[in-house]
């Protein structure tokens, strides 16, 4: 076991939102985005302390109390495994919108991981920082830390036991662009939703997901946009059932999400998912598709993807509170300050 060699200075971290699910990957597939992001803060302090502060656009939606944080959550494994420090204290800019399904708990469990290690220098590995954050998040599912931690496009292979997990991330295609858009639909939290799928699953369902969350696999590394665009909204399992539950919001069931995926794909050749356990959408397109879109009609096939889904929403009571405009992202967290 190493020993922790804590020095008491500040750490600063800034860490990637990212997307769980991708369609059929439940707990399979996820991928880092260049925006939004957090930035995290790890300081000594007194003796026996654990103080947490938020800041921030989200400051006012997410607990400061250690005891329920992702963060403190993730650091608690760390100082059990390593020994404890005098104190701590956690600054965090909180930028990515909560209870979205865009990973902010996983990017905030990464970030105080990844400053930990590098104020007690305990030389984790970067699959070490994944393995302790994922800890703090539910079920331990490994898909939002990955991403959060590693960049790029990621495929965790679930094993028993947890340690034998694996990660495998690919670089994403260069032209793959995505929005993603946050309704004002509240949902409960992630482990809640994870209780609503099913236990069992039909054989040609499972065939069917198994079939495709391969071919994104396979896609990604090939660097195939067309064939991620044509496959990723196709998820015969897990979607429909939350959808179904209300959780992507009133009036929105897997019908009327299946008919919106089929407009924006026949339409815009914009391929809609549901962002980890949602209620956000995210669009993926090609953005060399939309350039040449724009050049011919100005209106491109992002812009009146995004009203459609809009629209939608709107008719069912919702209404878009954000839209980020953003790619894939090829770094993962990074420490900021000290400068190494």
């Known amino acids: ?31 880092a985005l260049k925006s939004p992001e957090i930035q995290i803060e790890f300081t000594s302090s007194s003796a026996g302390s654990a103080v947490l502060r938020v800041q921030g656009t989200y400051a006012k939606e997410v607990t400061t109390d250690p005891n329920l944080h992702t963060s403190a959550k993730a650091l608690k494994h760390v100082f059990e495994q390593f020994g404890q420090p005098e104190g701590y204290s956690l600054k965090i800019q909180v930028n990515i919108p909560p209870r979205k399904g865009l990973g902010l708990s996983g990017a905030e469990a990464v970030g105080a991981v990844l400053c930990a290690n590098h104020a007690c220098r305990l030389r984790l590995t970067r699959e070490e920082v994944t393995r302790l954050a994922a800890r703090a998040e539910p079920s331990l599912h490994m898909d939002n830390a990955a991403a959060s931690a590693y960049g790029g496009f990621n495929i965790i292979t679930q094993a028993t036991p947890y340690e034998l997990a694996n990660i495998t991330t690919i670089d994403p295609p260069s032209d793959l662009g995505v929005v993603v858009l946050v309704p004002n639909i509240e949902k409960s939290s992630t482990e809640a939703t994870r209780q609503l799928l099913p236990n069992t ?15 994104i696999s396979s896609a990604f590394a090939a660097g195939n946009v067309d064939a991620i665009l044509s496959t990723i909204p196709w998820d015969p399992l897990v979607e429909p059932s939350r959808a179904d539950a209300g959780i992507y919001g009133k009036g929105i069931d897997s019908v009327s999400l299946k008919e919106e995926k089929k407009l924006l794909l026949e339409r815009f050749h914009v391929a809609e998912t549901i962002s980890g356990a949602g209620p956000s959408r995210a669009l993926w397109y090609s953005m060399s598709e939309e350039q040449k879109a724009v050049k011919r009609d100005r209106a491109g096939i992002v ?7 809009k ?22 967290a990074r420490i900021i300050y000290p400068r190494t």
């Not at 020993?3 to 990957?25: C, E, Q, T």
């Not at 629209?311 to 993962?332: M, Y």
């Open 1 to 31: 076991m190493r020993r922790l060699d804590f020095r008491p200075k500040s750490v600063v971290a800034r860490v990637h939102a990212s997307i769980a699910n991708l369609g059929p990957g439940f707990d399979v597939h996820s991928i």
């Open 201 to 215: 699953v039909p054989t040609q369902k499972y065939i069917q997901a198994m079939g495709y969350a391969s071919r």
């Open 303 to 309: 812009k009146p993807a995004i009203d459609l889904v």
């Open 311 to 332: 629209d939608r929403l709107k008719s069912q009571g919702h209404q878009v509170l954000e839209t980020f405009v953003t790619r894939p992202s090829t770094k993962g």
